[in-house]
């Protein structure tokens, strides 16, 4: 049971360049969220899936996209990165707004 | 928002001693989760605890809601529960995404 898995682990992209992180939970989990990490600030949500076909901002929508693909997967875009968003982002899932969250491992993205 | 205050930030232990880590929050909450992060960055669910007391080995939580407080308590400390602990209750209305404190770092020396 693989869980909550994110693709790539590392990327390293140029300002401006674009790049989609994409997530896949094997739970049958109806939410689903992107957060992102950075030294001293904990967790912080970037935007979240309460159902599939819903999404909904979160503390840090600015510079992202999401796309709720179907119930299974939740991918993060950034359309033209800037060295602000240099971060390691943690892709995570619950059965509802309210239940046990799962994360993946995270992607550590760099913009240079 | 729901603001998520952690004690202490920092902390240094001796293996085989044993800490309490405090989670305080601003409302009431109907769940709270614990997350270990450890030094490989991988987030690992500890407790899921809308109130009252779990223990799991060495690893307890106790939620007190209605005085919006949370505590771990970890018993005789070992090297591999060095890492960043985190407390996150869920957003207003209690069925929103988990905010998460900013955690508190645990080096435990052999």
């Known amino acids: 049971n693989a869980g909550v898995t994110q693709t790539p682990k590392f990327q390293v992209l140029k300002t401006g360049q674009s790049m989609t992180l994409q997530c896949a939970q094997d739970m049958n989990h109806n939410s689903m969220y992107w957060y992102r990490q950075d030294p001293g600030m904990g967790l912080r949500l970037i935007y979240y899936s309460a159902s599939e076909g819903t999404t909904d901002k979160g503390e840090v929508p600015n510079g992202y996209n999401v796309s709720r693909l179907n119930k299974r997967e939740f991918s993060l875009r950034l359309e033209s990165a800037a060295p602000s968003q240099t971060s390691v982002y943690f892709c995570?899932?619950?059965?509802?707004?309210?239940?046990?969250?799962?994360f993946g491992e995270g992607s550590r993205l760099t913009v240079l | 928002g729901i603001q998520v205050e952690q004690s202490p930030p920092d902390l240094i232990l001796q293996e085989g001693a044993n800490s309490t880590l405090r989670c305080n929050f601003s409302?009431?909450?109907?769940?709270l989760q614990w997350f270990h992060q450890n030094p490989w960055g991988q987030l690992i669910n500890l407790f899921y605890i809308p109130s009252g007391t779990k223990q799991n080995g060495r690893l307890s939580a106790t939620t007190v809601a209605t005085e919006r407080y949370s505590l771990l308590y970890i018993s005789s400390s070992q090297t591999t529960d060095s890492g960043v602990y985190f407390c996150a209750p869920p957003g207003p209305s209690g069925n929103t995404p988990l905010v998460f404190g900013k955690g508190t770092r645990l080096s435990v020396i052999a």
């Open positions: 995570a899932s619950s059965s509802s707004g309210a239940g046990e969250l799962f």
């Open positions: 409302d009431s909450v109907n769940n």
